[in-house]
């Protein structure tokens, strides 16, 4: 037997302030774009394969910056018939795909440099440092823009861009100081491959946060154990099992579950899931539950329930449920 409980909805909110991002985002693509344009000439006339890798790494940048600000835009879209959780796993996309543009100009450099090393080229160290030290102030200054928005997993991919720039132009800097005193041209291929690294580095824990949001993983800062216990903590609940919890965006979780509870009236019942969801709330910051509340447990596998397998019946697929009809709390 199953109770049929609906609580109140409260609505999913986006996860940043959409419209302070966006004009950031805004302001952040017109710096980047200039620097682009200053880092390309002057590393060509300065022959600096640091300054040139520069310009590639801002170019992908930009494109992290323009698709933050399309995904900022899609995440304050509200749900729909058809997007029924709207766009907020847009942000989570964007931020897979900067990732993995990053990756391939980490590689870009690392090829590049390590002709350089092969061959080397003259490079001039005053002009390389004057461009650098012009970055190191943008950069730093976007970067401090985009902290305080850098819990969204989208801003801090762009946040982390930014920041790698900031410490990879001050590295150029440093380079072109060592050329000019030493004049081992050397230093700038080996820069070049640091600021490779450095991007493969950031990229890759990018790629694997994202592909966890993406498939659905239980979010690193939640322990399942301890959202089980919480529940079954609520006065009236004998087990939670078949429990899940997954990310919708980096920062709105939801979650799925089986609740046994004792013999009661709906009443009561009601009670009882809307302290359920209170405890979910406020202390794991899961704002969007479904919860079958139920009197007879159903046979679990480490907590959770199979699905039925759908039985075949003159053409047609059947499922059966052997523990009653499904009946769902929303907290929107």
């Known amino acids: 037997m199953d109770v049929d409980v609906k609580s109140d909805a409260v609505k999913v909110t986006p996860a940043q302030s959409g419209g302070t991002m966006q004009r950031i985002l805004k302001f952040s693509l017109g710096l980047t774009f200039l620097y682009i344009a200053a880092t390309l000439y002057f590393g060509l006339r300065a022959h600096s394969l640091a300054l040139i890798s520069e310009a590639g790494h801002n170019v992908s940048d930009f494109l992290a910056l323009a698709l933050s600000f399309v995904a900022v835009y899609l995440q304050t879209r509200p749900a729909t018939d058809e997007k029924t959780f709207g766009y907020q796993r847009a942000g989570v996309l964007a931020a897979f795909v900067n990732a993995l543009t990053l990756i391939v100009l980490s590689a870009w450099i690392a090829i590049a440099a390590i002709h350089r090393f092969a061959s080397p080229v003259q490079v001039e160290p005053h002009l390389m440092m004057a461009v650098a030290a012009?970055?190191?102030?943008?950069?730093?200054a976007i970067a401090g823009l985009l902290w305080k928005f850098s819990r969204d997993v989208n801003i801090r991919s762009v946040f982390l861009h930014m920041l790698g720039d900031t410490l990879s132009t001050a590295a150029v800097i440093l380079g072109g100081v060592g050329i000019l005193f030493s004049g081992l041209q050397w230093i700038d291929p080996l820069l070049s491959l640091l600021i490779a690294a450095m991007i493969l580095w950031s990229s890759v824990a990018i790629v694997r946060e994202t592909l966890h949001i993406l498939l659905e993983g239980t979010p690193r800062n939640l322990n399942l154990a301890?959202?089980?216990?919480?529940?079954?903590?609520?006065?009236?609940?004998?087990?939670?099992?078949?429990?899940?919890?997954?990310?919708?965006?980096?920062?709105?979780h939801?979650?799925?579950?089986?609740v046994q509870v004792v013999e009661m009236d709906v009443a009561r019942s009601?009670?009882?899931?809307?302290?359920?969801?209170?405890?979910?709330?406020d202390?794991?910051?899961?704002?969007?539950?479904?919860?079958?509340?139920?009197?007879?447990?159903?046979?679990?596998?480490?907590g959770c329930c199979s699905p039925p397998e759908p039985e075949v019946i003159d053409g047609h697929s059947h499922h059966h449920h052997g523990h009653g009809a499904h009946d769902h709390s929303h907290v929107h």
């Open 134 to 140: 012009a970055g190191v102030v943008m950069n730093g």
């Open 270 to 281: 009601e009670a009882l899931l809307n302290h359920m969801n209170h405890q979910l709330r």
């Open 226 to 252: 301890d959202i089980r216990k919480a529940m079954e903590k609520v006065d009236g609940v004998i087990n939670v099992h078949d429990l899940h919890v997954w990310s919708l965006g980096s920062q709105s």
């Open 254 to 258: 939801a979650l799925a579950s089986h």
């Open 283 to 302: 202390h794991f910051g899961i704002n969007h539950t479904t919860i079958q509340v139920e009197i007879t447990d159903c046979p679990t596998v480490d």
